[in-house]
Every structure is written in structure tokens, then in C-alpha cells.
């Protein structure tokens, strides 16, 4: 866990803030006012992921940017299961507790079917969706990729993956650069210990060692589609994609064809060159796509 006033050299300026409610020590973000801005990461990183949206974005609501369970600046509890249902739960938790309204739900790799999973318990509560790079509640196009596919799945059955995963003080990079990440020219030592920070062993990779075993656990589809009922509500929300082509996690044809499922009018951008890590391959193209989306939608 992160120390709570740690700025990365000042590239982290925002002032921690913590709930407890959800049975651990939660981090997050909660920058300007006004309709609420709930910014999702998923694997390997934390809300760092998000740190040149937060200003922008708090022109428009009030960002709030948590850190799930096992990652960033967030407690790593030694006996939760962290699977998919725990990180719903506990953002569902939050939510409440901050009272949450006219939400938009920003979601990136597991923030997508971690906010897609509230999302659908709660249709009332959410304005608008923009999905980056994950997967929408729905079946993918028949013929397409699914992550099951692709080398990065692959990979996360082996046992090399596990030392890998254990010790991702030292493996981040290598592991985000395996998944997609492509404009790496602006990694420095600052950045290396922001991501490095929060897994100085192998207890403190917890979360970040189950995420990859969520991927195919039949618990995870029952978590997201528990509330399938609710899904003709949220289609009903305005909604967007963005979603960078060079992702080596989660196939294009699967991501843009299980939004384009639920949302078939909703705009979609594809960005030839940019991987999985849409936040730090193109910050300013998809943070200025999804404020442009929120005027748009107001």
C-alpha cells in the first residue's frame, strides 16, 4: 500500500481520501464538483492511471478515482477472495456511502465489467458510460477473438506468470508492456515507482494474482449479469468507446462488438498505435473524446 501522502514527485498532487465501510482501507480521489465523474482502472495499475484526466475532467463533475481492493494507494486484506462480486461490492459501497447520482462510469480493463457489474445493479443512479479498452455486459460477435484467445490469457495459465505476478514490484512494466503499452517514452524513475509502489511482495500482489483467474471463473459472468434484467435500462443511457487497437489483452473485435451489443448507436473511436493502457498511450485524445462525450450528453 501506497503511503497516504506519497505524490510521485508531485505527478500525484490530489489529496487521499479513505472509506472504510467496504471492510478495508479504500483510497480514492474526489477532485471539483458538481454531477459525478467515476473513473475505473484495472491490472496492474491504480487511479495514477487517470492522473492527467483528473484536472481536466474536474472542470466538467466531481471526479471521483478509487482504487480497488489490493491496489494503489488501497488496502491489500489477506482474507478476501477479490473476486469480481468483491470489487462490485465494494464499489457499490462507496458509491453509497458518497451518495453518487447522475454518474458517469468511466471504465478501463476490469473497470469495465467492474462498473458495468454496478451499472446494472443500479441503472438509477448512473447517467452515462464510456468504456476504454474492456468489454461491455454482453455475448462477443460470433467468429470474434475473445480474450481466451489471445497470448496474454495464454500466458497467465502458466506457472511463470504466477513468479511474474508475485513479484510486479519489479515485473510492472514488463507485464503492462506485455498487455499494451506502446509510448513508453515518457517512463522515467518516478513513473517505475509509482506503478512499482504499491507490491513490495508477494502478499501485497494479491488482487493483482487473482484478476487473471477471473477471467474465465463462471463467478464472474453471474456477478456482472446477476441484474441482466436491468440491462434494457442501461442501454438506454448514452454511452461511448474508445479503444486503443493495440491491445494484446483484450481483442478489438471483442471489446467494440460486446459495446456495440448494448449500445448499438453509440459512438465508437479506434486509435491505430495505442494498446490496452489507453490512459498513458493517449491521454489527451481519449480524455478530450470523453469531455467532448459528457457535453455532448448534458
Given amino acids: 500500500m ?19 465501510g467496504a471492510g478495508f482501507r479504500m483510497h480514492y480521489v474526489d477532485e471539483g464538483d ?6 475505473l482502472h484495472g491490472e496492474p495499475t491504480w487511479g495514477y492511471l487517470y492522473r492527467r484526466f483528473i484536472p481536466r475532467l474536474a472542470k466538467h463533475g466531481r471526479v471521483v478515482v478509487p482504487d480497488h481492493m489490493g491496489f494503489g494507494k488501497s488496502e491489500t486484506p489477506q482474507d478476501r477472495t477479490y473476486s469480481t462480486r468483491d470489487h462490485i461490492d465494494n ?29 446494472l445493479r443500479h441503472p438509477e443512479r448512473v447517467k452515462r458510460m464510456c468504456l476504454m479498452n474492456t468489454v461491455a455486459p454482453a455475448r462477443p460477435p460470433d467468429g470474434a477473438p475473445t480474450v481466451q484467445d489471445y497470448p496474454w490469457f495464454k500466458w497467465v495459465q502458466t506457472p511463470e506468470s504466477r513468479a ?9 512494466l514488463s507485464v503492462m508492456k506485455r498487455i499494451g503499452f506502446e509510448h513508453t517514452a515518457h517512463v522515467d524513475e518516478t513513473w517505475v ?19 487473471p483467474r477471473n477471467i474465465a471463473a463462471p463467478e464472474t459472468a453471474q456477478a456482472i449479469f446477476e441484474h441482466a434484467a436491468n ?7 448514452p454511452a461511448m468507446c474508445v479503444y486503443g487497437e493495440e491491445d494484446r489483452a483484450i481483442p478489438l473485435a471483442m471489446g467494440v462488438g460486446t459495446f456495440r451489443a448494448v449500445w448499438p448507436k ?20 481519449a480524455c478530450a473524446l470523453i469531455e467532448q462525450f459528457i457535453q455532448m450528453t448534458s
Fill in 2 to 20: 501506497i503511503p497516504e501522502h506519497e505524490t510521485f514527485d508531485g505527478t500525484w498532487p490530489f489529496a487521499p481520501h479513505y472509506f472504510n
Fill in 34 to 39: 458538481g454531477e459525478p465523474i467515476v473513473a
Fill in 91 to 119: 464499489l457499490e459501497a462507496l458509491i453509497e456511502h458518497l451518495d453518487l447520482r447522475e454518474i458517469t462510469i468511466i471504465g478501463q480493463d476490469w473497470g469495465g465489467p467492474i462498473g458495468c457489474g454496478y451499472a
Fill in 164 to 172: 511474474v505476478l508475485a513479484n510486479l514490484g519489479s515485473t510492472v
Fill in 193 to 211: 515507482r509509482a506503478y512499482a509502489t504499491p507490491f513490495p511482495d508477494e502478499a501485497s500482489c494479491k488482487g493483482a494474482l487473482q484478476f
Fill in 231 to 237: 440491462l434494457p435500462q442501461l442501454a438506454a443511457k
Fill in 266 to 285: 453509440g459512438p465508437v473511436v479506434t486509435l491505430p498505435g495505442v494498446g490496452h493502457f489507453i490512459q498513458e498511450d493517449a491521454p489527451e485524445i
